[in-house]
């Protein structure tokens, strides 16, 4: 019997879209002025991790899909998610977006999301490492996308201490340098590879993925770096 395959793809900053059976998913939408990909695309849910304008760039998705919000509209406040349909289930999960519990930037919401066997969990804009609550919140991941490039997050040391709390059998980074000529205060995925056992870069955006994960080893997180999508390109399969 075939597995059911995900299609996910990494549009660039913190955006991914996610095809799951018939349901087509955009989480943290990225605006065209960073120099990615800006669809449009076809969604029927949009995850929004917080109201910063990288992440909650509605204006690149068509349609009238269902927008998950993670925070309240004024960003003040956590906004819970539970969302399920026949294809995927989606939980919202609350963090900071710095160290010092949203005093800097304020709050963050990771999303859970849940289907055929598999829980992929993006982090948003993470900050800080995960309290024993939340990890307990949050139970096993398959599939991690974390945030790499500092700054604003979590860096690439941060980014291996999360790791090592949620022991994911896949990582992608996200949220980190891709263009020299940016001016963000953020750094490339360089440092955040040093030393890791499994690093794989991909040619294309696109990663197919089945719920037993059986070409990844098992000892050690297998980092699958994935280059972003640039204008010009075609958007990604079934958007």
Known sequence: MMQAV???????????????????????????????????????????????????????????????????????????????????????????????????????AMFLIEAHGLRILHTGDLGHLLSPETLKQVGKVDVLLICVGGYYTVDGRGARAVIEQLKPRVVVPMHYKTDPKSELPIATEADFLAGWKHVKRADTNELALTADLSEYPADEPTVLVLPPKKPGEQAPKGQ
């Open 6 to 108: 995900l299609l996910l793809a990494w549009i660039g900053q913190a955006c991914f879209t996610l095809q799951v059976g018939e349901t087509r998913i955009v989480l943290d939408p990225v605006p065209a002025k960073l120099g990615y990909f800006a669809g449009p695309f076809e969604a029927d849910v949009v995850t929004v991790s917080h109201e910063h304008f990288d992440h909650n760039a509605l204006e690149i998705v068509a349609g009238k899909p269902q927008v998950l919000r993670g925070l309240t509209a004024d960003g003040k406040d956590w906004s819970p998610v539970h969302f399920e349909n026949k294809d995927v289930k989606i939980t919202s999960i609350p963090v900071y977006h710095d160290d010092v519990q949203g005093a800097k930037r304020g709050k963050n």
